[in-house]
Structures are given as structure tokens and as C-alpha cells.
């Protein structure tokens, strides 16, 4: 059975589900790996997916795959309007972004679905490696297979980058709670900066409802000292300012997760080999968020995977066809992270960078899109650093 599989997608989150289904629905015969025994636990994500108006004006260069668009709302917990971001010491600035936290739960084994549905196999609780170009595999199913096109989705600590030759990159190490009984605003999705309690990034709020909401924090282990992860996410439930609205909730449960911080690797497509979502860097650097690009990103392999079996399309034309859809917002994602480094190192600094900016341009800056913005932060960023 495994040898006559042409497509191989090595890990079954937002990318590799989509990959698949993108190959399978032209024609290829692909099967879809899943190292986890249950797809889409433990969630190791917020789950904030903005409504796909918001999505169009993200990536204005993208088209949005159906499952961007059109979520069953079986998969969506709830709908914000608003999205909230606090300096230091505690100003707020707003804007209207309308955005969904989907149930990462029932969203992933939605998209895996839709996979399985279009033709191709699924084999959870199965581990991947590669061995002179051969997939090995073991678990609940165990072989090799030599596919004629592998796609890496497979996360920030991928087999298949390691094997195209990058190196580690930069990563951002989140903790997250689910909380009940916080007095939360039910309309906005907030973010925090915190030097203090969230070392370069920062701490959110995103309800799920009038008083329960996912509650973390994503830092850069750059940024630490002697600090752990746990004692900063109780640090801003008990004592930060935020404390007034989460000091009393309780905690249900615990996620945990990496996210990529400094864009794509060298190398996203090798041979035959292509890299999707976090195994790619797919995540915009100034938000964390990489659902809608991992499912871009993933529709793209999996059409020139399928291009490349059925008409021999030169499989290259991945890299290229990410920059065109969105390849300019990671980058200017990234250069724009680097410029707030700085800032981020003083709660002073960042409070100052903060009170420069418009809640507009706040908002072109979160999605990294509008040049003058990109000038507008180097330039404060550099009167910082004087």
C-alpha cells in the first residue's frame, strides 16, 4: 500500500490537511502523516483567526482557500469584534478587527476531513523520518515509502527542514490557560507588552465567551533571564495590571506550543521537498499568527505538488509563488519585529513607541502592510536607540 503513494504531507495541522486535500482533489495519490494519536490535541495555539474581510486586507495578494472563508460553526466558540492593545503601563489603544476563535480541536480534524474526503489517506499516531530520501515510518503504521513529492508541514521542529539542510531559527515559546470566571470584555481580543511579564512579546486575552477566555503569554527565550514560563503567566494573572480582570478565574486547562519568530528559512523548497506553515516560518512576526498563512502556504504545495506529479510543473515554482501571495507581509512582518527589538528590552521605550503611533497605524503595523508605517517605526525606533 505505502508504495503507491506519489504525496507524502508529513504532519496533519492547518498546512499539511490542506496540502493534502489541495493534491488529492487533482488527482495525486497522497497520504497524510500524523504523528499524534488524536489530530488536533493537545492544542498548542489561541485559536484567533480573523473573518475573511479582515484575511483579503491581511494578504491582499492571496487567494483564500473555502476553508478560510466558509468555517462550520460547529468549529468556531466565539466571534470578536475589537482588538485591544495595552502598553507598559497600561494605555489602550483600539481598533475594529472582526475575528473568530475556532475550536483548534474540531477546526484541525474539520480540515483532516475534508482530506480524507478528497482522496487521501490518513495515518495518525505515525511517526516520520528520512533516510536517503525514503520515508520510514513507525507507530500504529510502519514501512517506507518513497513518494515523488514530500511536504514538510510537520511543525518548528521539522524532520523535513532538518533534513533540506536549514539550521534552527528564532522561536517564540508560548504558555496559555484556559480560564473561566474572568471579567474579561467578551468584544476585543487583547494583547499586552510587557518587559517585565512577557519578555520580548507579549501577553493576550482572547475570549471565548462572556467570562472564560484563553489567557497566555509568548516570549523569546533571547529575552530571559532566570525566569520560567509558568511563573511569568502567574505573574500577569496576579499581579499585572490585568490581574483585576483575571486575579479571581480558574484554570481548566494548560497548552503549551513554540511559534516561529524570524521568518522562512533559507531553504522552503529542495529537491523534492517542500515546507509549509510553522515548519516554513509561515507566522507573521508582529502578531504570531499563523493560521491563514499556514493554510495558504498549504494549498499552494499541495497544487504544485499535484502540478508537478500530473504535468511535471517544476516544483521550484513553490518559492516563488509564496512571495507572490504573501511573501511581502512575512518579510516586512519580520524587518519590523527586529526594528521594536530594541524596545522591547524597556517597558519605558515601549510605552514611548506605543503613544507615537495612531490606533490606524497601530493596526497597518500588526499586519506589517503599509511602507509608511514600516518607515514610521524605524524611525522611532532609531530616536529610541539615540
Not at 16 to 43: N, Q
Not at 53 to 65: G, I, K, Q
Not at 146 to 161: C, E, F, R
Request: one cysteine or more; charged letters at 25%.
Amino acid at each position: 500500500m505505502l508504495d503507491n503513494f506519489q504525496v507524502a504531507v508529513i504532519g496533519a495541522g492547518p498546512a499539511g490537511s490542506t496540502a493534502a486535500e489541495a493534491a488529492a482533489a487533482r488527482g495525486a495519490s497522497v497520504v497524510l502523516i500524523e504523528r499524534k494519536s488524536e489530530i488536533g490535541t493537545p492544542v498548542q495555539c489561541g485559536g484567533f483567526l480573523p473573518e475573511a474581510r479582515e484575511l483579503a486586507s491581511l494578504m491582499p495578494h492571496a487567494r483564500l482557500p473555502e476553508t478560510l472563508q466558509d468555517i462550520p460553526e460547529r468549529c468556531i466558540l466565539h466571534r470578536t469584534r475589537l482588538q485591544r492593545v495595552f502598553s507598559p503601563y497600561g494605555k489602550a489603544k483600539e481598533f475594529p478587527v472582526a475575528g473568530r476563535v475556532v475550536d483548534r480541536r474540531a477546526f484541525d480534524r474539520w480540515l483532516a476531513t475534508r482530506a480524507a474526503r478528497a482522496g487521501a489517506t490518513v495515518l495518525p499516531a505515525t511517526r516520520a523520518g528520512i533516510d536517503e530520501g525514503a520515508l520510514q515510518l513507525h507507530g500504529r503504521f510502519s514501512g517506507s515509502l518513497k513518494p515523488q513529492v514530500i511536504i514538510g508541514a510537520d511543525g518548528p521542529n521539522s524532520v523535513v527542514s532538518k533534513t533540506m539542510g536549514n539550521k534552527g531559527s528564532e522561536w517564540g515559546v508560548c504558555l496559555e490557560y484556559e480560564m473561566v470566571e474572568v471579567d474579561i470584555d467578551p468584544d476585543a481580543a487583547e494583547m499586552y507588552f510587557s518587559a517585565r511579564y512577557a519578555p520580548g512579546g507579549y501577553a493576550w486575552i482572547i475570549p471565548l465567551g462572556k467570562n472564560t477566555a484563553n489567557v497566555g503569554i509568548g516570549v523569546r527565550p533571547s529575552y530571559l533571564k532566570d525566569q520560567k514560563l509558568p511563573d511569568l503567566l502567574e505573574g500577569f494573572i496576579r499581579e499585572h495590571f490585568a490581574s483585576a480582570k483575571l486575579g479571581r478565574g480558574q484554570v481548566l486547562a494548560v497548552m503549551r506550543g513554540l511559534v516561529p519568530a524570524g521568518g522562512s528559512p533559507p531553504a522552503i523548497q529542495k529537491e523534492n521537498m517542500l515546507l509549509a506553515g510553522d515548519a516554513a516560518g509561515h507566522v507573521m512576526a508582529t502578531s504570531g499568527g499563523g493560521i491563514p498563512l499556514a493554510i495558504v502556504a498549504g494549498r499552494i504545495a499541495g497544487e504544485v505538488a499535484a502540478g508537478h506529479i500530473k504535468y511535471n510543473e517544476a516544483l521550484r515554482d513553490y518559492s516563488s509563488r509564496i512571495r507572490e501571495e504573501f511573501g511581502r507581509e512575512l518579510t516586512r512582518s519580520v524587518q519590523i519585529r527586529k526594528m521594536v527589538d530594541m524596545a522591547m528590552k524597556s517597558d519605558r521605550l515601549m510605552d514611548t513607541l506605543l503613544a507615537a503611533l495612531s490606533a490606524d497605524q497601530m493596526k497597518s503595523i500588526m499586519r506589517a502592510q503599509i511602507p509608511a508605517a514600516l518607515g514610521l517605526v524605524r524611525e522611532l525606533s532609531d530616536d529610541q536607540h539615540r
